[in-house]
Nanobody, 125 residues
Framework: QVQLVESGGGLVQVGGSLSVSCAAS????????MGWFRQAPGKEREFVAG????????KYADSVRGRFTISRDYAKNTLYLQMNSLKPEDTAVYYC??????????????????WGQGTQVTVSS
C-alpha cells in the first residue's frame, strides 16, 4: 500500500512563494506517476500539475503554468510543488496523488490510485 503525506502548506501574501512536499512510502517511488490537485471551498478538486514516473514529462493547468513547478527527488522519495507569484485564487487544500505503473502524466482525478490527506495553502491579499 502507498502512503502519501503532504507538508509545507501555510499562509503567504499575494505575490509570495511557497513550496509543498509529499513524502511517499510503501512502494518504489519510480513506480508512481505523481500529481498535485487542489480543492477550494465549494469547488471541485482540480488538477494542478503532474509528473511522469521518470520525471521526464510534466504537465500544468493553464492557471498555474509559468508560476508553479513540479519536481521529484528519488533519493528522498518526495514530490514537490514550488509555487511562485501566488494569487488569492490559489487558496485551496493541496493534495498529492499517485498512480501505480502508469507511463505518462495523468490529469484526471479518477486516474489516481492513492491520495494524501492534503495541506492548506492560503494566499492573503
Amino acid at each position: 500500500q502507498v502512503q502519501l503525506v503532504e507538508s509545507g502548506g501555510g499562509l503567504v501574501q499575494v505575490g509570495g512563494s511557497l513550496s509543498v512536499s509529499c513524502a511517499a512510502s510503501g512502494r518504489t517511488f519510480s513506480d508512481l506517476a505523481m500529481g498535485w490537485f487542489r480543492q477550494a471551498p465549494g469547488k471541485e478538486r482540480e488538477f494542478v500539475a503532474g509528473i511522469s514516473r521518470d520525471g521526464g514529462r510534466t504537465k500544468y493547468a493553464d492557471s498555474v503554468r509559468g508560476r508553479f513547478t513540479i519536481s521529484r527527488d528519488y533519493a528522498k522519495n518526495t514530490l514537490y510543488l514550488q509555487m511562485n507569484s501566488l494569487k488569492p485564487e490559489d487558496t485551496a487544500v493541496y493534495y498529492c496523488a499517485g498512480r501505480l505503473y502508469y507511463y505518462g502524466v495523468a490529469e484526471r482525478h479518477s486516474e489516481y490510485n492513492y491520495w494524501g490527506q492534503g495541506t492548506q495553502v492560503t494566499v492573503s491579499s
